[in-house]
């Protein structure tokens, strides 16, 4: 175990070696956020400033992303690759979240959560965000990444920087590629405002009022999606250059060509984003996947919710625009640069120095598992199987599917899928172990929110092959991660099963930091057959072996974990909580937390994304630290740990938790038994995670983050980053074949040195 990490042992740490950072024990205190707005009172737990709003909770998530993105520290393509998702996640966001609190209003509904926000109050203040983020993140563009990219070989460049033989380029390029695709729309009275379809880029055009008089005005030109946003122009002399110009200023410059004979005063590129989100009465469907195929095709046509336009249109347009969308002035965003940052990409993909880049990594295959030719199966009889993605690969996942598709004594194969990716290696073996004579179940899920499309081919695919498709339960999404494969052998059947944390997709398990357990454990297997019949034959079991299960009772066993650990603290003084998970907003488990930290339990949680408790409130929540890690990957794994007076109880689970994991969604959690694989979840996982003071930020009382510097809020002098600490130990336990991790000195723990100062200083300490 290396000494620069929390430790969960009951045993004194060793001594650290030359230059790394101390051990901190399980009862070390921990620096206490001091409240900045909350009076020092004694609180009750309704009171509604206990309360951080969720969709607030969730910008200040999307502005630490976007805080990776105007980090100097990270490589430039780096934070390029940031400052897309920031874009992607508020396209998201304003598709559901925002399209949900409009919706209230026009239905006069107003809702309100543990925060007493108003839907009203709660768009004002996303407004208000979200501007100040799109002014942050186009000056990060256009000053500080767009300038490097140029430096490094791949130039943005306007149609008015055009040479002689460019224009003449462009000029052929619009008449042959770009003009036959092309549908100009006049607007006039005969010619009503278009649909302007969901995050689709489009031109208006304004004409001369005084050629054409007041009842021709307007006009729009849809962008085609089917072309190339950047069109790449001849290279220079040297050849190491290369320029592009984007497909909206290419036709801009031709647009005379749409409406001869009208003159023009301006072009402007525009962008609407629409609800997005399905509405669906599962009850009435007589077929789920042609409801929810039809539906998929409807939604494109759902209420405006936001207006992006170029920051030169006149505000009469806007105006008009704003009108004929039903929006308010606060939906409108001014863009100083490229409309939907995520189609600037490629210019990411052209440029080849490695240091613009973070370090490449590749998951490794851990010694135990060998170089793919051992036998799975009897590797999992013999004992619990744990791999930590993406710093140790996914391959052995869709092998172990991939195996008893092939293997003559497979019986049966059941898995439920959320989100699998193109091509799935997984989707491909259980079609062939079906067309073996398998008895193949497969549960998909058809309202995987902006999965939808690819799950319906899935399903139709997969049914074709002879697989048992079926959609799960009426009003819930099956969003927990299970794979059961039943064989026969000498003793008669047995059970295997794969449980995880995230999704039964190769391509985002290398992006994705989740948990695979491999058992075989019949307790857990009979489980797993349950959960199947249960999705399948509405067959509830008498009762869970080892499985916590939502919507069955889910939420009330997390509440009962608290409170046990509540009820120990009183009794003995002592008591600790640590959870990992994406985001936390269920206000009756909030309060349960309040009630462990006044009860003088220590409660350490790593929230990525949204978190409503408010830590560091004098007399409430002084003993909560809540930390959010952003970094190269993102954090997705849920593991819980309660000290349970010293019996150590950890859990890995599918949910978050959130209303919407334990009513609305089939979710699984379940514990670690093998001793080893707990150790390596305390100490290396969570212990590393929370010694983090590289990439950590810990939420303040506020709702503001303060990024974690070495030798605060509990953490080392020296500076440690998890992620980095993560892909060594796969480096060296794979290096060295051994089935344990072994400890890091502090250089290996910064191996891509994004951070200079940090890296020089280890280097000089080893």
């Known amino acids: 175990m290396d000494p620069a990490v929390t430790t969960f042992s009951p045993v004194p740490a060793p001594k650290p ?18 409240a900045t707005d909350v009076p020092l009172i004694q609180h009750a737990a309704s009171d509604a400033r206990l309360f951080i709003n969720r969709e607030l909770s969730w910008l200040a998530f999307n502005e630490r992303v976007l805080e990776e993105a105007i980090d100097p520290q990270v490589p430039a393509l780096e934070r390029f690759k940031f400052l897309s998702i920031v874009a992607s996640n508020l396209d998201e966001f304003f598709m559901i979240r925002v399209a949900g609190l409009k919706q209230q209003l026009s239905g006069h509904v107003e809702e309100t959560g543990p925060d007493a926000m108003s839907p009203s109050e709660q768009l004002q203040a996303i407004a208000a965000r979200v501007h100040d983020t799109v002014a942050r993140q186009y000056r990060a563009l256009n000053t500080e990444l767009l300038p490097i990219i140029d430096r490094a070989g791949a130039r943005l460049v306007s149609t008015g920087q055009l040479s002689p033989a460019m224009d003449a380029f462009v000029s052929e390029y619009f008449a042959r590629e ?9 607007i006039d009275p005969g010619h009503p405002f278009p649909h302007l379809r969901n995050k689709s880029l489009n031109l208006a055009v304004r004409f001369a009022a005084q050629s054409l008089g007041t009842r021709l005005r307007y006009g729009m030109v849809p962008v085609p999606a089917v072309l190339p946003r950047l069109v790449e122009l001849p290279e220079g002399a040297s050849g190491k250059q290369r320029s592009y110009v984007l497909l909206e200023d290419v036709i801009a410059r031709h647009v005379a060509q749409l409406f001869p004979g009208m003159p023009i005063d301006g072009c402007y590129a525009l962008r609407v984003t629409r609800n997005w989100d399905l509405t669906i009465d599962e009850e009435e469907a007589e077929d789920l996947l042609v409801t929810i195929e039809r539906e998929v095709r409807r939604r494109d046509r759902g209420g405006a919710v936001r207006l992006e336009i170029a920051a030169s249109a006149e505000p009469a347009l806007v105006d008009y625009l704003v009108r004929s969308l039903k929006l308010g002035s606060q939906d409108v965003y001014k863009i100083e640069g490229p409309l939907n940052i995520p189609d600037l990409m490629p210019l990411h993909a052209r440029i080849e120095q490695k240091e613009l880049r973070d370090e490449p990594f ?5 010694p135990s598992l060998g170089d793919g030719e051992r036998d799975l199966f009897r590797l999992i009889r013999e004992r619990d199987v744990l791999l930590h993605h993406p710093y140790e690969s996914f391959d052995p996942v869709s092998s172990l599917i991939e195996a008893a598709a092939d293997d003559p004594a497979v019986l049966a194969i059941k898995q439920t899928l959320y989100r699998t990716g193109k091509d799935s290696p997984i989707v491909r073996a259980l079609q062939r172990a079906a067309e073996n004579g398998k008895q193949v179940t497969a549960l998909v899920e058809l309202k995987a929110r902006m999965d939808e499309e690819a799950n319906i081919l899935w399903a139709r695919a997969l049914e074709q ?4 498709v079926v959609y799960g339960l009426i009003g819930y999404k099956t969003h927990c991660k299970v794979a059961l494969v039943v064989r026969r052998e000498a003793g008669g059947l047995r059970r295997y099963a794969h449980l995880g944390t995230g999704n039964y997709n190769p391509s985002t398990a290398k992006l994705y930091t989740d948990l695979s357990l491999f058992t075989s454990r019949e307790e857990f297997c009979a489980d797993a057959t349950a959960i199947f019949n249960l999705l399948t034959g509405y067959s509830k079991p008498l009762r869970w072996n080892r499985f916590k299960v939502a919507p069955l009772g889910l939420k009330g066993e997390v509440i ?8 120990l603290a009183r009794q003995t003084g002592k008591g600790r909580i640590v959870a990992k998970m994406n985001a936390l907003a269920d206000s009756d488990v909030i309060r349960a937390l309040y009630r462990a930290s006044q009860a003088g339990v220590q409660v350490d949680l790593l929230v ?8 560091g409130v004098p007399g409430v929540s002084e003993r909560i630290r809540v930390v959010s890690i952003v970094d190269r990957f993102l954090e997705h794994h849920r593991i819980w740990y309660f000290e349970a007076g010293g019996k150590r109880d950890v859990y890995l689970a599918s949910a978050d938790w959130m209303p919407r994991n334990f009513v609305r969604r089939v979710e699984i959690a379940f514990p670690i038994e093998d001793p080893a694989v707990k150790e390596r979840i305390l100490d290396e996982i969570l212990g590393t995670a929370l010694a983090d003071n590289v990439k950590a930020r810990a939420l303040r009382a506020d709702g503001t983050y303060e990024r974690v510097q070495p030798g ?11 992620q980095e600490r993560y892909m060594a130990l796969a480096r060296r336990t794979a290096a060295a074949g051994e089935t344990q991790p072994a400890g890091l000195t502090p250089h290996e723990m910064f191996p891509s040195g994004h951070r200079g100062r940090e890296r020089r200083r280890n280097k000089k300490r080893v």
């Open 712 to 722: 605060t809020h509990g953490t080392s002098a020296l500076p440690l980053r998890s």
């Open 178 to 186: 770009v003009f036959p695709v092309l549908t100009p729309i006049a």
């Open 362 to 366: 590749t998951p490794v295959i851990p």
């Open 465 to 468: 092959s002879g697989v048992h």
């Open 560 to 567: 009962e974990l608290i409170d046990r650990e509540t009820a």
């Open 17 to 34: 070696d030359a230059g790394q950072a101390p051990a901190a024990p399980l009862s070390a205190s921990l620096t206490v956020v001091p």
């Open 608 to 615: 990525r994304g949204l978190c409503c408790l408010r830590p």
